[in-house]
């Protein structure tokens, strides 16, 4: 049975840093092509995507995280990770990791780990 879970939300000031990770578990995972993304979605917002490995390796970030948020990932690509720095109010949000197998077009969400950015 395949899954993903993110970890690592919490509360931080402005200005902190958290990491966020996700663990991709099942057989289907790191054996194809497959893009490993970070969504967020903040209340009363769309989801939006946030920093994305596509399938050639190749990765991308929102305009609103660039130079902030580093994306990176384990070398068996079971494993993504987030890292956030220099966090701002308007990054609080439910951050949602997802997987995508391209030739099983099959998607894979986690449950959702919040981050709260406050004084």
């Known amino acids: 049975q395949e899954y993903v879970a993110e970890s690592g939300g919490g509360l931080v000031q402005p200005g902190g840093s958290l990491r966020l990770s996700c663990v991709a578990s099942?057989?289907?995972?790191?054996?194809?092509?497959?893009?490993m993304r970070w969504y967020r979605q903040a209340p009363g917002k769309e989801r939006e995507l946030v920093a994305a490995?596509?399938?050639?390796?190749?990765?991308s970030y929102a305009d609103s995280v660039k130079g902030r948020f580093t994306i990176s990932k384990d070398n068996a690509d079971k494993a993504v990770f987030l890292q956030m720095d220099d966090l701002k109010p308007e990054d609080s949000a439910v951050y949602y990791c997802?997987?995508?197998?391209?030739?099983?077009?099959?998607?894979?969400w986690g449950q959702g780990t919040t981050v709260t950015v406050t004084t």
């Open positions: 099942g057989s289907s995972f790191g054996v194809y092509a497959q893009a």
């Open positions: 490995f596509h399938g050639g390796g190749t990765t």
């Open positions: 997802n997987v995508y197998i391209y030739v099983l077009r099959r998607d894979f």
